[in-house]
């Protein structure tokens, strides 16, 4: 079965500060790679995705993820976050249908 | 355009009873599917509907179960509540029964006394 692993739980950074979050994924065949984010208080929303084709991809706020398929790995990185990047990120990879797995989610805290 | 809409917000029920939650796709989505989210932790898969047929179940026990309208709305049932069900109840939409993009609604929080 496939599973979703992040890395880190909590992490806290400064404004302006640099983000990678990590995500390792296992399943030996084609997958689907998605990042999404919830805001305090907000639901779910899709930050980005990757099918195929180019293996680094940009999504909303500034956000991309590099899939690296020999590390079985999608890390969203942002060069440059803000206070209001605070929220948790959830990774989750499916493998053609509708279910989505999710890893356990990064809670990110942006001090000003 | 709306979103996903559930209903209720929050709900609160004890031990052994039943519980009926309530998802409204986006307009033109044929397809829901239901998460569980447990304090602390990802998203579970529970099940997907697509035109009004079960299309995939996770790893739930058969106190679990859901129904699609043919006006694609979806319902989830539990039946026997345990302590352990306390948890937010997501519902997402999609157009079609393969992978498009999921539209999550805000939830149902449910807790079990």
């Known amino acids: 079965a496939q599973s979703v692993s992040q890395h880190n739980h909590h992490v806290i950074l400064s404004e302006a500060a640099s983000l990678e979050l990590g995500c390792n994924y296992s399943y030996g065949g084609t997958v689907n790679l998605f990042w999404y984010v919830q805001y305090p208080g907000q639901h779910l929303q899709l930050l980005l995705k990757?099918?195929?084709?180019?293996?680094l991809v940009k999504g909303i706020k500034g956000f991309e993820a590099e899939f690296i398929k020999s590390k079985f790995s999608f890390n969203l990185r942002k060069p440059s976050v803000q206070w209001s990047d605070t929220a948790e990120y959830f990774c989750?990879?499916?493998?053609?249908?509708?279910?989505?797995?999710f890893g356990t989610g990064t809670r990110l805290l942006v001090s000003p | 355009d709306a979103g996903v809409t559930q209903s209720p917000t929050h709900l609160i029920k004890t031990r052994g009873q039943q519980v009926t939650l309530r998802c409204s796709p986006i307009?033109?989505?044929?397809?829901v599917s239901w998460y569980q989210q447990v304090l602390g932790q990802g998203p579970q898969f529970i099940f997907q509907y697509y035109e009004k047929e079960e299309r995939g179940r996770g790893n739930f026990p058969d106190r679990f179960s859901a129904r699609q309208f043919p006006n694609y709305s979806s319902e989830l049932n539990v039946n026997a509540l345990l302590l352990g069900d306390s948890a937010l109840y997501l519902c997402?939409?999609?157009?079609?029964?393969?992978?498009?993009?999921?539209?999550f609604g805000p939830g149902t929080r449910l807790t079990v006394l």
């Open positions: 990757y099918f195929s084709g180019d293996p």
């Open positions: 307009s033109g989505h044929k397809s």
């Open positions: 989750a990879v499916t493998t053609g249908f509708q279910k989505l797995v």
């Open positions: 997402a939409s999609s157009w079609g029964q393969a992978y498009n993009e999921q539209f």
